[in-house]
């Protein structure tokens, strides 16, 4: 099984829906992302998490909000989707150990129409 | 604003040959550094992390770090069409807090 895994794997969704993306890891790491990726633009972080109580803001957060619902699961919300969130979005864990070398998740592939 | 720079490619290399992917970054007190692959489609995998000035060997692929420079750079040798992919540079800033700047990727093609 894998070690890090998202649901859904792919989402068509239309504009003002709220939708949630989850993410569950199974490697007992305490850190965890959430990525989105467009094309040409990279990997860009948008809420990151270093234990249960611990949310924090990436560099593109307006627009989504996370849970922390256990040290495994983080899932990210789109509150009311709008057609530029349309991405590849990513979860991804770390280790403090392994001095943040990720583990990313299979991804989600969302659209907004 | 932490920059990590790319060349987007594509870089085409012929099958056996070195394919040399380079990168650079501008927080000077970086502390790690990391490579990955990401087949089309595919999430990001990491192949190589590097931490200290110098070479570090893992197979075919040789990372290379030079701090005073500023830049990191993942040399692929014997180069096979399986290896065509992007590959994302990552650097993790000064500070202990780890959270990787990724650059935008570099392509790389391996034709036969």
């Known amino acids: 099984d894998a070690d890090v895994t998202q649901t859904p794997r792919n989402r068509i969704t239309k504009t003002g829906k709220r939708i949630m993306l989850e993410c569950s890891q199974t490697k007992g790491h305490d850190r965890m992302y959430w990525y989105r990726q467009d094309p040409g633009l990279g990997l860009r972080l948008i809420y990151y998490?270093?234990?249960?109580?611990?949310?924090n803001k990436g560099e593109i957060s307006d627009g989504y909000s996370v849970s922390r619902q256990a040290q495994a699961k983080f899932s990210l919300s789109l509150e009311s989707a709008i057609p530029n969130q349309t991405a590849l979005y990513f979860c991804?864990?770390?280790?403090?150990?392994?001095?943040?070398?990720?583990?990313f998740g299979p991804g989600t592939r969302l659209l907004v129409l | 604003q932490k920059e990590v720079e790319q060349n987007s490619g594509p870089l085409s290399v012929p099958e056996g040959a070195i394919a040399s992917l380079n990168c650079t970054y501008s927080d000077r007190g970086s502390q790690s550094f990391f490579w990955y692959r990401q087949y089309s489609g595919k999430s990001p995998e990491l192949i190589m992390s590097?931490?200290?000035?110098g070479d570090k060997e893992d197979g075919r692929f040789t990372a290379q770090l030079n701090k005073a420079s500023q830049y990191v750079s993942l040399l692929i040798r014997d180069s096979q069409p399986s290896d065509s992919a992007t590959y994302l540079c990552a650097v993790n800033p000064p500070g202990g807090s780890y959270i990787p700047t990724f650059g935008r990727g570099t392509s790389l093609i391996v034709h036969p």
């Open positions: 590097i931490y200290s000035n």
């Open positions: 991804a864990t770390s280790d403090l150990a392994e001095q943040g070398a990720l583990n």
């Open positions: 998490s270093f234990d249960v109580k611990d949310i």
